[in-house]
DNA sequence: CTCCGTTGCTAAATCGGGTTAGCGCCGATA
DNA sequence: TATCGGCGCTAACCCGATTTAGCAACGGAG
C-alpha cells in the first residue's frame, strides 16, 4: 500500500556513491573527510529529490537513542493541569526534535513499574515523573538507568534526581501581599488550612508551603491571620461549609482559599450570608483554574504555572541528557517556577470599620 | 552508568546455546521447531534470571513496527475533555502493550506535517488524528501511509478513513426527552443555539446535530421548541447575556442550555430574575463539564463520553492495523458513541400553570 | 624506479533482534 | 556399506543507519 520508505542505500545509489560516503555528507563530516564538492552536491541533490529522510529506528539501534523522552504521570485527566504541564513539556521538547511518550500510573506502583519498563524497551532518552499535586513520592529504582527529572513532586528519601516545583512559599506571600496592598490590615481570614502550621490536609505539600508564605508576608507587615477553616478536601461544598461556618462567630474583610474552587464554595457562602464580594470582603486564591474567570467578581488568584512546569522539566531533563557531568554537584537540585498573580476583580480596599 | 542491557547474546551464553535457539525458544517457536525440553528450559532460566527483554528498537528495525502509535490533536490543553480522551486511548494501547507518542498542532498545517513526519520517522504502526471540538478538518495526505483514525472530527471529503464520534443527535433527543418525562409540554427554551436549525455557530457540528435531535424528540411528541437564542461563543458571560435576553420578554418552563458553561451563566441569569431552579425553571445541557457537579442545583447534563471516545478510536484503529484487509468495506465507516445522561438536580415537572 | 604521503572514496563491522537455509548426527533401511 | 530421513541445533543474512579501518590512484621526492 504505502510505497517503501526511502533509505540511505537508494540516496547512495541514486549519487552513484557508497552509502558511507552518502552517510558522511548527509552527517556534515563530508567536508572534514575531504569528500569532493561534486560529490557532495550530487548526494544532496539525491536526498532531497527522493525526500530522503533517516529511519530513526534505525539511528537508535545503533546510537543507543530514541530522539524520545518518556513523561510518566499519576493522572493526565483529573485536571486541566495536567494538559497544560504535558503541552509545556511537548513544545519544549519539540523545539529539540523530540517526541514525548505519555504514560500515566494512577498511583499504582506496579503499573508504574511497568510503564517504565516499556518506556525502557523502547530506549527513551530521558524521564519525566510527574505528579498532578504537589507531593514526595518514592522513586522506583529502574529510574537510575536514564536520565530522569521530578516534575511537581519531590523525592521521599534524597536522590540525585532534579525536581521542578511551583514556588508556593512565593505564591503564599503573593496572596498575602496583594491583600496589603490594597490597605488590608485585620479581619485576613484563611479557607482550606490553617490558622496554625499544623492545620493542612495531609500530604499536600502546596498547602504547608503556601500557609508559610501567607504567615510571612503578614508576619513582615506586624500582622496576623485572624483564623482560618481547614477542609477535609478542596472542593467547593467544603469551602461553602468551612465559610458559612467561619461567618458564625466572624465577620471577616479577607478570605485567602486555598484554591480556585474552595474559592467558589466560598462565594456562595458569602452571597447567602448578604456579603458582598470584594466591597464587603476581598477574596484572593491559588491555581488560577478556569472557573476562577467565569465566577463573578472575577477571582483574583495566584495561578500554577503548568505550562511552565511542563518547559522547566524539559530544560532540566536536557540538561541531565546533555550534561558533561562536570555539574554532578548540581544534580539533586530543586527548580522552583514562580507562580504569577492573576488580577481581577475580587479584591478592593477594606469596608470603614462602621459595623466593626 | 547504567550496566548494559541484557541481550539476546547474553542469554544465549549463558545457556549455552546459539541466539539463534534463544530466539527460537523466547518466541515460543521452540516446540514446533523442535528444540529440546533440555536446551529450552536451560535458555528460560537464563533469560529469567538474567532478567532478558527484548529491545524493541531493534525488533521494530527488522519488522519494521515499534507497537507505538501516534495522537495528534489540534489542542490537548485547552479542556479537560483532552485528558479523558488521551486517558482512554492510552489505557487501550497499553492493554495491548503499545505506547502513544503524544502531538499537538494548534492548528498550524506545518506544524502538523512535522509532527506526522516525525511520527513516521519513528515507524509508528497507527495514528489517531483527534480535534478537541467535534468538527470537519483536512486530512493531510501522508495520513495514507500507515492506519489512521479520526477521532471527534469528520473528514472534509470522502476518505477511507474511519472516524469516531459522540452521538451528538441523540444526545439532543436525550435532552429533551428528560424533559418530556419531568412532564414539560411547552416554555422549552434554547440557549445557545436554535430555534431554527440555521441558528447555529460556524463549524460547530455538535450544535447541529444537537439541536436536529431535541427537535425531533419534541416533533415526536407533537411539541416544539418554544424560542431560543444563539451564543457568538459558548462561554458563561454569553449565556448569562442569552438568558437574561430571553427572560426580557419570555417566561420559560425549561431551558436547553448547549453546554455547561452556557448553563452556568443560565444559573446566574436566572437567580438575577428571582427565579429558582429547577422549581420554576428546569434546565438541562451538555457536556458534563467538572463544573456541572459543582454549581447547585448540581446541573444535569448530557455527558461527552471522552474517555470512551479515546478507547473506541484505539480499538477502530486496532481493527485497522490487524486488520486482513478483507473488510475494506467498513473503511470510511463512522462510529458513534453513544452520550450518557447525568440525571442531577437541576430538573423538576413544570410548575402549575399559576402566574403563566 | 621505488617509496611515501595525500586525496577521495569504500568495504566491512556494528547495533539486537528475527528468519531462512542447512549442517552434523543418529538409527533404520536397502 | 551406502542411502535416507528425522532430529536438534546453528551459521549467516536481513533491517538502516554509523563508524572504523583501509584501499586505489596520483604526484613528488629521493
Redesign the interface.
Known sequence: ??PRRVTLADVAKAAGVSRTTASLVLSGRGRELRISQDVEQRVLRAADELQY??????V??RTGT???IGFVSD??????L???M??GA?EAA?ER?F??????TEGDAELERL?L???????VDGLILASMFTRTIKVPKSM???PAVLLNALPDQPTPLPAVLPDEVEAGRRAARVLLEAGHRDGIYLIGAGPGVRDVPRESVAAVERLVGIREALGEAGLKVAGGRTCPDW??EYGLAATRDLLETARPRALICFND?IA?GAY?ALDDAGLNVPDDVSVVSFDDHP?AS?I?PRLTTVALPH?ELGRKAVDVLFNEIGGDRADADRSGEVHRVPMPLRRRESIAPPPAPLSG
Open positions: 500500500m504505502s529522510r533517516p529511519n530513526i529506528v534505525s537508535g539501534l530514541s530522539r524520545t493522572t493526565v485527566a483529573t485536571s486541566r495536567a494538559g497544560d504535558i503541552k511537548l519539540r526534535g517526541m514525548l511518550f505519555i504514560g500515566e510503564l519498563q516499556a518506556m525502557h524497551d523502547r530506549q537510575t538507568a536514564v472542593q467547593p474552587r467558589m456562595q472557573i467565569w463573578r505550562y
